[in-house]
């Protein structure tokens, strides 16, 4: 394992600014994950495509048991090199507060590589989101996509960096879980979408629960405050609205999507008709 103590390395200062610009993440096409957890992640997927560049490590980092099964794991892997710091390197590497003690830098997974990995089943299953600009709320509605089963979301041009630190924390490692297609024409996309493409509204006459969402349906999101463009709205098939009785006049993005989601996730596999045997046994 080779060892940097200086805070000057060449690679060491690349790494910072790596943390700090999306577009040399979108040039050197890498990106950093940073603590156990992204990195296990990282590596649960197919061990020929999700290989890091470099695994860093700290001084006390190498003192943790799954830090150490970390390295393990890595010390398989050629391609990828090893790199012990010293505490304070590491400290000037990591985004976070409380620095975890291991990073691995590694090239962002192309979206083809996330399709050899999955269920071809689900390819129906997606979400758009359109010029969302906070990284916490991209990151939560990555996470919460990929906990109803979604496939793929693609995104339009202005949205939040997806491969950034804080979205990639925010999604605690659901971006290995699916497919993310970045820059996308998101008009393009419905209009080549197999199936029926809902956006939300409170101005819809039908809410989401007179809806039925089973078989291809793919939902769309807007940013924060202003919503969908006008473009994407008129290229929608239909929009639902979800009844809030409470007196707030809307949802955040990541809380609407976690809604309509879940919904479809309820009327695919929990509707009326769905009778448990433990159910069926409590009523003779």
């Not at 390197?89 to 083809?112: D, M, W």
């Not at 479809?264 to 509707?271: A, M, P």
Request: aromatic residues 6%; charged residues 15%; glycine residues 4%.
């Amino acid at each position: 394992m080779h060892r940097i103590s200086s805070r000057e390395h060449p690679l060491v200062k690349h790494l910072v600014k790596l943390q700090k610009s999306a577009q040399l993440r979108q040039q050197s096409n890498t990106t950093i994950l940073d603590g156990i957890h992204l990195i296990q992640s990282y590596l649960s997927g197919d061990t020929d495509l999700l290989t890091p560049l470099h695994l860093i490590v700290s001084e006390t980092g190498l003192k943790d048991k799954d830090i150490i099964s970390l390295v393990q794991a890595c010390q398989q892997r050629p391609e990828t090199k090893l790199l012990q710091v010293t505490d304070l390197v590491f400290e000037k590497i990591s985004a976070v507060k409380t620095p975890s003690g291991v990073l691995a830098h590694i090239a962002i997974p192309s979206y083809q590589q996330h399709r050899s990995q999955r269920n071809t089943t689900q390819s129906t299953h997606c979400v758009l989101i359109e010029a969302i600009q906070d990284p916490g709320n991209l990151g939560t509605m990555i996470r919460t996509a990929a906990a109803a089963g979604i496939a793929d979301i693609y995104l339009s041009e202005n949205c939040a960096d997806v491969w950034s630190p804080k979205t990639l924390r925010a999604a605690m490692g659901a971006h290995f879980f699916l497919a993310l297609h970045s820059h996308c024409d998101l008009i393009n996309v419905i209009n080549n979408f197999q199936g029926r493409v809902l956006a939300t509204s409170p101005y819809s006459k039908q809410t989401l629960y007179q809806t039925q969402l089973s078989g291809a349906v793919a939902f769309v999101f807007g940013n924060e405050g202003a919503g969908l463009s006008k473009e994407t709205l008129c290229a929608v098939d239909q929009t639902v609205a979800i009844p809030m009785p409470g007196k707030t006049e809307s949802l955040n993005a990541a809380t609407a999507l976690a809604v309509c989601l879940f919904e479809k996730v309820r009327q695919e596999h929990y509707s009326p008709q769905y009778v448990s045997e433990d159910s069926k046994s409590a009523k003779t």
